[in-house]
């Protein structure tokens, strides 16, 4: 079944040279099933999705326990048994042979082989034939950066997007996966050539959001105050602020909290929402700035 969504994007086209002003895309596989179609016009877009598929966590590891430990059982059903090899994205983090080692070690104890994207001569071509994709955590803006060096937005933004390649992301690689990376909470120890992300989905993410303690004697802002700054500039979607615990899932047309932990979102001139793991938050699939 195809599922058909019209919305209004009030009058504002991306400018991500990938879409451009105006792009008709029809997707079509091996076995000439219409996987998406979009047509993107100045003032209205007309989508069909039927497979993008997305495991966007919070963070790679929670208080008490391993690496991934947490969020095992939905890596296993999210990439399921059709999947055999995981591409890794090391790029956030300076040692990519020691992440890499870290990644492949947890992946093959739940049945993946994986390949680090740092090891193939090739990386834009590494991506083409990648049956899955695992983008780890670590400074946002260096990841980002390593991404456009090695021109892999656009590659991977088509494979997910076009191909339907289960992505998932953890924490700089949630991060990544939205609009932007204006909401991270990085230090920026490089200079990307732009902070728009790959744009899997329409909103932005706050992965490790981390609620204000009353008790404190820091001065400092908190997450909640930046993520309103963020909101006091124009044209900004919203931001889902996911705590470490919790993770999205997104199936086509359909996004559901998973994990041990709320999220809450935060809606340009709006009150702030808390949602349960298990809340269906299909709706950010939308226009995230008309929600």
Do not use: W
């Not at 929670?62 to 055999?84: A, D, E, R």
């Not at 990841?143 to 656009?154: E, G, I, M, P, R």
């Not at 996911?242 to 994990?259: D, P, S, Y």
Request: charged share 20%; net charge negative; glycine share 8%.
């Amino acid at each position: 079944m195809i599922h058909i969504n019209i919305l209004k994007t009030a009058s504002r086209v991306t400018e991500d040279p990938y879409f451009g002003d105006f792009a008709a895309l029809f997707l079509i596989n091996s076995s000439c099933e219409v996987l998406i179609i979009s047509v993107i016009l100045s003032d209205q877009s007309l989508e069909i999705t039927m497979n993008k598929r997305l495991l966007l966590v919070s963070n790679s590891t929670l208080h008490g326990g391993g690496y991934l430990q947490h969020c095992q059982q939905q890596i296993q059903v999210f990439f399921g048994k059709g999947v055999k090899r995981i591409l890794f994205v090391p790029y956030a983090l300076h040692d990519r042979d020691a992440y890499t080692k870290t990644a492949r070690d947890k992946f093959k104890t739940l049945g993946y082989e994986v390949d680090s994207v740092h090891e193939t001569p090739d990386p834009v071509e590494a991506v083409r034939k990648a049956e899955g994709i695992f983008i780890g955590g670590g400074n946002t803006f260096r990841l980002l950066k390593a991404l456009y060096d090695n021109k892999l937005v656009t590659e991977i933004r088509k494979r997910v997007l076009d191909d339907g390649i289960p992505y998932m992301g953890s924490s700089a690689g949630t991060n990544v996966s939205t609009i932007s990376i204006n909401t991270t909470n990085d230090m920026p120890i490089v200079y990307p050539p732009t902070f728009a992300a790959i744009g899997l989905v329409p909103f932005n993410i706050n992965p490790h959001y981390l609620d204000a303690d009353p008790n404190s004697k820091h001065m400092g802002e908190t997450r909640e105050q930046r993520i309103i700054q963020f909101h006091e500039e124009p044209d900004t979607p919203c931001v889902l602020a996911l705590r470490e615990g919790c993770m999205l899932i997104v199936e086509g047309n359909k996004a559901t909290l998973l994990g041990c932990t709320k999220a809450r979102l935060f809606q340009k001139g709006k009150q702030t929402t808390e949602y349960e793991p298990g809340s269906d938050l299909s709706f950010l699939l939308t226009d995230a700035q008309n929600i």
